[in-house]
C-alpha cells in the first residue's frame, strides 16, 4: 500500500470535516424560517465566520510530515455497492479547504448591499455552496465526491441566474451545460473506476494496477471532467460568460474556488491514479497550458469590460497551475498548489474590487469606471495590491508560486519555459492597463467616487493581508504540500510507457470490450 | 395464508365499495379513497415478507410481488391524494372514476403477483381496460377521445402481439407456468419460436411502460387526459411493467439475440425521448417524453441480471413512480381551465408557492439524474451494474442522455425558480405543502440513504 492511501484517525475530538461541510448547509436550512433579511444577512455571516473558525483547528492539528489522509471519517455509507461516507484531507487538499472556508465570510460581505432582492434565498445558495465546496475537497469516496461536484452546480446555477447581469440566463445554462459536459465523463471514469476496483473508496483505488489501455482512457475521462471546470483553453468559453454575469458573490466563488476544484482534481485523482498515463499525455498538457497562458493574456489585454478582463487573466492564471502540474516536478506541484491559493485570494480580491465599483457605477466597462480610482484611496490601495499580486510582483503571494511554476517548466525544458516567459509579461500589460485606466484614466463620473466603507474593508483585508503574508513566507503552505506532493511525484514512472497512436487505433478495433 | 394477500382484498373490496357508492351516487367518495389507500399501503407494508401461492401457483405471493404491492398501494394512495378533488375530471363521474381506479390496481397487483403467462395478460388487461376510461373522464373540452383511442388501439395492438407471444412460448415451452418454463430455458437458448415468443410477449411490456416503439400514446394521452389521471397513468402501470420486466422478462436474457435487441431499444428509448421532450413546451408532454427516456433506463438494468442490475431497475422503478407523482402534484394545481398545461403556468412559482417550487426543483433535478436526489442514485446502481456486466456502450449512451435531459429540467427549473410573475398566490388546497414538503424529503432521502430500499429491492429479487 502506498502511504498515500495511509488513513489516520482523528487526532479531533469532533467529527471537524463533517462539521464544516454541514454547518452551512444546515444553515441555509434554517434559513427557510428566518423571514427578515437583515437577519438572514447576519445569521450567513455568523454561519460562515463559525464554518472558518472551526477549519482552524485543523491546521493546526495537521501533522505534515504524516503521508496519507488525516482527520479521517468513515461510515459504512451504501454497503451493498461499496459506498462509504470517507472523509480526510491531506496536504493537498488542507489548504483548498482552508481557502474556502476563508472565503465564506468574504461571499456574504460583497453581497451584503450588492443583493438586493430575494436575499433570504440568497444567501441560503452562498451558504450552499460554501458547504457543497468543503464537500468536493475532503470527499475520498468518490461518489460522494462526484455527489458534491454535481451538487454544486444547482446553487451555483441560481447564483447566476437569479442575481447576475443583464445577461445571466444564458450564462447560467451555459455553465451548467458545461460543467455537466464534462462531468458526464467524470462519471463514466469514476463508474470504470468501480468495475476495475470494486470499490469507490480513493485510498482503495491507490493500490489498483490498470492496465495501460484502461489508464489511458481513465485519464483522458478524468481530463474532460476537469478541464472543463479549470477551464482550459478549447473549453474556457463558460468562464468569461459566467464571471461576467455572476454578482459578486458568485464571481469570488467561481473564481477562488470552483476552477481549483478542476486543478484539484487534477492532481488528486489524474497524477495518482493514471500515472503511467500522466507520465505519457503530459507534454499534450502543457501545450494546452502554454495556449491557455498566451490566449488567455491576449484576450484579457483587449477587454473593455473589468469582470471579463479578470475572467481572462483567470484562464491565463489556471493555464500556469497546469503548467506546474504537467511538468511533473516538485518545484512545478509546489508553484501550482501555491498559485491556486494565490489565485483564489488575488483574483477573489479583483472581484470583489470591481462588484464595488459596479455597486457605485452600475457599469462594469472600465471606460465609465475611468479615474475613479484617484479620488478613492482606500479602494486604490487595495487595487494596486491586487493587480500587483495579479501580475506576480515580486512581494506578492503570486509571485512565489509563479516562479515556482516557471523554474519547473525551465527544468523541465528551456522551450517550454521561453513559450511561458510572455504570459508573465502579459501580465504585467494587462493588469497596469486597468489599474491606471481606473485610477488616472479620464471619462468617468467623479459623483461616483465614493470610498470603501467599512464592510467593505473588512471583506478586502483579510485575503490582502494573506497576499503579502503568502509573499514573503509561503513556508507554511509549503510545508504542508511538501511530503504529499513527493509521494505522488513517487508514484509517476521515469519515462513514457503508453503508446498512444496504437491505443488510439485500437479504437477502431473495439472499445474495451 | 389470507395476510398475504390482504392489499389485493382491500383493494378489492374498494373497488366493490366504490360501484356500489357511485350507483347510489354518493357525492363525497374522496376520503374513502385515501382511507382505503392507507389501509391497502398498511397491509402490504405488514405482508412484506409473506410467502404463498394460490391458483394452483398462477398467482406467488412472495417478497417480489409484495414489494411491488406495497409500491402499487403506496402509489395508489399517492396518486389518489394528489389528485385532490379532481378539477379537470367530469363531477358526475367522480363515484365512477375511483371504482375503474380501484380495479386498475387490483389489475396491477394481479400482474405483479402472476407467475403464469395467462394470468399475467388478463392481469393487464383488468388493469389496461379502466384507464381507457378513465382516461375520457375529462370536463369539458372533448380533445381527449382522440387520445383515448390512440390508448386503447396502441394498447389492444400491443396486447394482441403480448397474447400471440404467449402462444409461441407455450409452443415452444408446453407450459404458461414460469416454474415450468425457467429450467426449460436452457436447452431453446436459440430456439427461433422461443425468441420470437419473448419478442412478442415484449410488446405489451413496453406499452406498458411507454418504452420505444411503443410509446406513441404516451404524449397524446398525457397532454389529453385530466392531469389527475394521467398521473395514475404515469406511475402505477410502469411499476407493473417494471414487475413484469425482471420477472419475466430478464429470465430470457441468455437467449440468442435478445440482449443486442434490448440494447438497442434501451438506447433508443433514452435518445428518442429526451431528444423529443427537449422541443416541449408542455408539462404533462414533456413529462411523457421524460417517461419514454426513463424507460429506456429502467431497460438497461435486464442488461446485469448477475451483476445487481434487477435490483437495480426495481430501485429505478420505485424512485421513478414517487417522482413522477411528485412531478404531477405541481402540474395539477398549476393546471388551468385551459386544454394544456404550459410551461409558462410555471413562470413565478418560487413566488406564489415557494414550497411547490422547491419541492418542483427537487423532482427535476432527480429526473435529471443530479445528486444528491435518488435519480442520482438510482442511475449510478443501474450504470454500476450495466458496465459490471461488460456492456459498456450502453453506458456511455445513458450517461451522454443525461447531458442532453439536463437541457429539459433545467428549462423547467429556471422558469420555476428564476422567471418572476406578478401573480396572487397559488390557491393550493391545505394539504398539498406537507406533501410536497414529504416528496421532496423522500427523494432527498432516497437519494443519500438509499440502504433501506435497495436491501427491500435486493430481498424482492432474491425471492425469485
Known amino acids: 500500500m502506498t502511504p498515500l492511501a495511509t488513513l489516520h484517525q482523528s487526532t479531533l475530538s469532533y467529527p471537524c470535516l463533517s462539521l464544516i461541510i454541514f454547518l452551512p448547509i444546515i444553515g441555509a436550512m434554517v434559513l427557510a424560517i428566518i423571514k427578515d433579511e437583515e437577519t438572514s444577512r447576519w445569521f450567513s455571516l455568523i454561519i460562515l465566520t463559525l464554518a472558518f473558525f472551526f477549519s482552524l483547528p485543523l491546521y493546526g492539528a495537521f501533522q505534515p510530515m504524516l503521508p496519507g489522509f488525516q482527520f479521517v471519517e468513515n461510515h459504512s455509507w451504501i454497503s451493498s455497492y461499496g459506498l462509504s461516507y470517507l472523509l480526510g484531507v491531506d496536504g493537498i487538499s488542507l489548504p483548498l479547504v482552508l481557502l474556502t472556508t476563508f472565503l465564506g465570510p468574504v461571499t456574504v460581505l460583497c453581497s451584503w448591499r450588492y443583493i438586493t432582492h430575494r436575499v433570504r434565498e440568497c444567501m441560503a445558495c452562498l451558504l450552499l455552496t460554501q458547504g457543497i465546496l468543503t464537500g468536493v475537497f475532503v470527499a475520498l469516496d468518490l461518489v460522494l465526491f462526484y455527489f458534491f461536484w454535481e451538487a454544486m452546480l444547482i446553487p451555483m446555477f441560481l447564483l447566476i441566474a437569479i442575481w447576475g447581469g443583464p445577461r445571466r440566463k444564458y450564462a447560467a445554462i451555459k455553465f451548467v451545460l458545461y460543467t455537466l459536459g464534462g462531468s458526464i465523463f467524470l462519471l463514466l471514469a469514476i463508474v470504470g473506476l468501480y468495475v476495475q476496483a470494486g470499490s469507490f473508496s480513493y485510498p482503495a483505488m491507490l493500490s489498483l494496477h490498470l492496465s495501460s489501455r484502461w489508464e489511458f482512457w481513465l485519464f483522458i475521462a478524468f481530463l474532460i471532467g476537469f478541464a472543463v471546470k479549470i477551464p482550459m483553453v478549447p473549453l474556457h468559453t463558460w468562464l468569461p460568460a459566467a464571471h461576467v454575469e455572476a454578482p459578486t458573490a458568485g464571481s469570488v466563488i467561481l473564481a477562488s474556488v470552483l476552477l481549483k476544484m478542476g486543478t484539484y482534481g487534477l492532481l488528486r485523482f489524474n497524477l495518482t491514479l493514471a500515472p503511467a498515463a500522466s507520465v505519457s499525455l503530459a507534454p499534450f498538457l502543457i501545450v494546452f497550458s502554454v495556449i491557455a497562458i498566451l490566449y488567455g493574456g491576449l484576450l484579457s489585454l483587449a477587454q473593455q469590460d473589468m469582470k471579463k478582463l479578470i475572467a481572462y487573466s483567470s484562464v491565463s492564471h489556471m493555464g500556469f497551475v497546469t503548467l506546474g502540474i504537467s511538468v511533473l516536478n516538485i518545484q512545478g506541484f509546489q508553484g501550482a498548489m501555491l498559485q491556486m491559493i494565490n489565485h483564489g485570494l488575488t483574483t477573489g480580491g479583483l472581484f470583489l474590487l470591481a462588484g464595488m465599483l459596479y455597486e457605485r457605477t452600475h457599469s462594469r466597462a472600465l471606460q465609465d469606471n475611468a479615474g475613479l480610482g484617484r479620488l478613492m484611496p482606500g479602494f486604490v490601495f487595495f487595487l494596486g495590491l491586487y493587480s500587483l499580486s495579479s501580475l506576480a510582483f515580486p512581494g506578492t503571494a503570486s509571485f512565489v508560486g509563479e516562479f515556482l511554476c516557471l523554474s519547473g517548466a525551465f527544468s523541465h525544458s528551456y522551450r517550454v519555459g521561453a513559450w511561458v516567459i510572455p504570459g508573465a509579461l502579459l501580465a504585467a500589460a494587462y493588469m497596469f492597463r486597468m489599474f491606471l485606466t481606473v485610477t488616472w484614466g479620464k471619462g468617468g463620473d467623479p459623483r461616483y467616487a465614493v470610498d470603501i466603507n467599512i464592510r467593505e474593508w473588512a471583506s478586502l483585508l483579510p485575503p490582502a493581508v494573506l497576499v503579502i503574508l503568502f509573499g514573503f513566507y509561503p513556508a507554511p503552505l509549503l510545508r504542508m504540500m511538501n511530503p504529499v506532493l513527493e509521494e505522488i511525484i513517487a508514484r509517476l514512472p521515469a519515462e513514457k510507457t503508453i503508446d498512444i497512436a496504437a491505443l488510439i487505433t485500437r479504437l477502431l478495433h473495439g472499445f474495451l470490450n | ?464
Open chain 2, 1 to 464: 395464508m389470507l395476510n398475504g394477500i390482504l392489499p389485493e382484498v382491500i383493494i378489492s373490496g374498494a373497488a366493490i365499495f366504490f360501484f356500489i357508492s357511485a350507483l347510489f351516487e354518493y357525492k363525497n367518495p374522496y376520503p374513502w379513497a385515501i382511507g382505503f389507500g392507507i389501509t391497502a399501503t398498511l397491509a402490504s407494508l405488514l405482508s412484506l415478507h409473506a410467502q404463498h401461492g394460490f391458483f394452483h401457483g398462477a398467482f406467488q405471493v412472495d417478497s417480489f410481488s409484495r414489494f411491488f404491492s406495497f409500491l402499487i398501494c403506496g402509489s395508489f394512495l399517492l396518486a389518489c391524494v394528489i389528485a385532490g378533488k379532481l378539477r379537470q375530471t367530469d363531477q358526475e363521474k367522480i363515484g365512477e372514476f375511483f371504482f375503474f381506479v380501484s380495479v386498475g390496481t387490483l389489475g396491477l397487483l394481479l400482474v405483479t403477483g402472476a407467475t403464469e403467462l395467462l394470468t399475467l395478460f388478463i392481469g393487464l388487461e383488468i388493469s389496461s381496460y379502466p384507464l381507457f376510461i378513465v382516461a375520457s373522464y375529462r370536463k369539458g373540452l372533448g380533445f381527449q377521445f382522440e387520445s383515448v383511442a390512440k390508448y386503447m388501439v396502441f394498447g389492444a395492438v400491443s396486447m394482441a402481439f403480448m397474447l400471440y407471444g404467449i402462444t409461441y412460448l407455450y409452443g415452444a415451452f408446453g407450459s404458461t407456468f414460469l416454474i415450468d418454463i425457467i429450467p426449460a430455458i436452457p436447452d431453446h437458448l436459440d430456439d427461433s419460436m422461443a425468441v420470437l415468443g419473448v419478442i412478442f410477449f415484449m410488446a405489451g411490456l413496453l406499452y406498458k411502460l411507454a418504452a420505444f416503439p411503443f410509446h406513441f400514446w404516451a404524449p397524446d394521452v398525457y397532454a389529453g387526459a385530466a392531469a389527475e389521471v394521467v398521473a395514475y397513468i404515469a406511475a402505477l402501470p410502469k411499476l407493473a411493467a417494471v414487475a413484469l420486466l425482471v420477472r419475466v422478462a430478464s429470465m430470457f436474457m441468455g437467449m440468442e439475440g435478445l440482449v443486442p435487441v434490448f440494447t438497442i431499444l434501451s438506447i433508443l428509448s433514452m435518445t428518442l425521448g429526451n431528444l423529443m421532450a427537449l422541443a416541449q413546451t408542455e408539462l404533462k408532454r414533456l413529462l411523457a417524453y421524460s417517461a419514454v427516456s426513463h424507460a429506456g433506463y429502467i431497460m438497461l438494468g435486464l442488461l446485469a441480471p448477475h451483476d445487481g442490475g434487477l435490483t437495480a431497475a426495481l430501485f429505478y422503478g420505485a424512485v421513478y413512480a414517487v417522482m413522477t407523482l411528485a412531478a404531477f402534484l405541481v402540474a395539477i394545481q398549476v393546471a388551468g381551465e385551459e386544454h394544456d398545461i404550459p410551461l409558462e403556468n410555471l413562470r413565478g412559482l418560487w413566488q406564489r408557492s415557494p414550497m411547490l417550487a422547491i419541492m418542483l426543483a427537487i423532482t427535476f433535478v432527480s429526473l435529471a439524474g443530479l445528486p444528491p436526489t435518488a435519480g442520482f442514485t438510482g442511475k449510478l446502481f443501474l450504470l454500476t451494474s450495466v458496465w459490471r456486466a461488460g456492456y459498456f456502450w450502453p453506458v456511455l449512451a445513458a450517461v451522454l442522455n443525461t447531458l442532453l435531459g439536463i437541457f429539459y429540467y433545467l428549462k423547467v427549473i429556471k422558469i420555476s425558480l428564476v422567471g418572476s410573475r406578478d401573480d396572487r398566490l397559488l390557491a393550493t388546497p391545505a394539504h398539498v405543502r406537507p406533501l410536497a414538503l414529504a416528496l421532496g424529503i423522500l427523494l432527498l432521502f432516497l437519494g443519500l440513504l438509499p440502504g433501506s430500499l435497495l436491501d427491500l429491492a435486493g430481498t424482492a429479487i432474491e425471492s425469485l
